[in-house]
Nanobody, 112 residues
């Protein structure tokens, strides 16, 4: 049974950092491409970052380039999203995704 469980969200001041985790069950993260998405109130869900299987090639939305880093720890079967220089507009629920599978999301709030 495929499961994706996000954690690491919270309240952070502008300019701060957070690291989100997506721990997978039922499959090996190194064998699949995995993505982070986010959805802000009243807005559509949007892609944040992708990490490909095997080679680990990464791709980012323009707003994430230079600030966010997606990575993978195969030993922990976990994908991470390191977010630096956070802005109020980064406030959203962040979701881990593998194809048709979604986690429950973790709330990130950037506010002073």
């Amino acid at each position: 049974q495929v499961q994706l469980v996000e954690s690491g969200g919270g309240l952070v001041q502008p300019g701060g950092s957070l690291r989100l985790s997506c721990t997978a069950a039922g499959f090996t993260v190194s064998s699949y491409g995995l993505s982070w998405y986010r959805q802000a109130p009243g807005k559509e869900r949007e892609l944040v970052a992708v990490i490909a299987n095997f080679g680990g090639t990464t791709r980012y939305a323009d707003f994430a380039k230079g600030r966010f880093t997606i990575s993978r720890d195969n030993a922990k079967n976990t994908v991470y999203l390191q977010m630096n220089s956070l802005k109020p507009e980064d406030t959203a629920v962040y979701y881990c995704n593998r194809g048709s599978y979604w986690g429950q999301g973790t709330q990130v709030t950037v506010s002073s």
